[in-house]
């Protein structure tokens, strides 16, 4: 789906091979949630959100799905996915550490 969109270039191998090459499965990643952002703009008022809770949001919609996250917000508001969903700080905590942000 994602070489078919045109968030991954496709490569020589099987989409397969490439998602068990590190190398080449991180540029899968980085194109799903590219993706994840594209449809959070078009179905949410995402671009309002100040930048934690977009990256909270796109953390939601890659752990649980966009599907399952839309038609939570048809719903609630953003806000009360944001707020639901706590499972997702440990996954935020773990990339701030890595970012550097906090210890």
């Not at 590190?22 to 309002?48: C, M, P, R």
């Not at 917000?73 to 706590?86: A, R």
């Not at 990339?95 to 906090?102: A, F, P, V």
Request: glycine fraction near 4%.
């Amino acid at each position: 789906m994602l070489e078919q969109a045109r968030y991954v270039k496709k490569g020589d191998s099987y989409t397969i091979m490439n998602l068990l090459n590190e190398s080449k499965a991180v540029k899968y990643i980085a194109g799903y949630l590219h993706l994840i952002s594209d449809i959070l703009n078009q179905n949410t008022n995402f671009a309002s959100l100040d930048v934690e809770d977009q990256n909270r949001l796109i953390l939601i919609n890659y752990n649980q799905g966009v599907e399952m996250t839309l038609a939570s917000l048809n719903v609630g508001s953003v806000y009360n996915l944001i707020n639901e969903s706590s499972y997702d700080n440990q996954t935020l905590d773990s990339y701030r550490r890595w970012k550097g942000e906090i210890r």
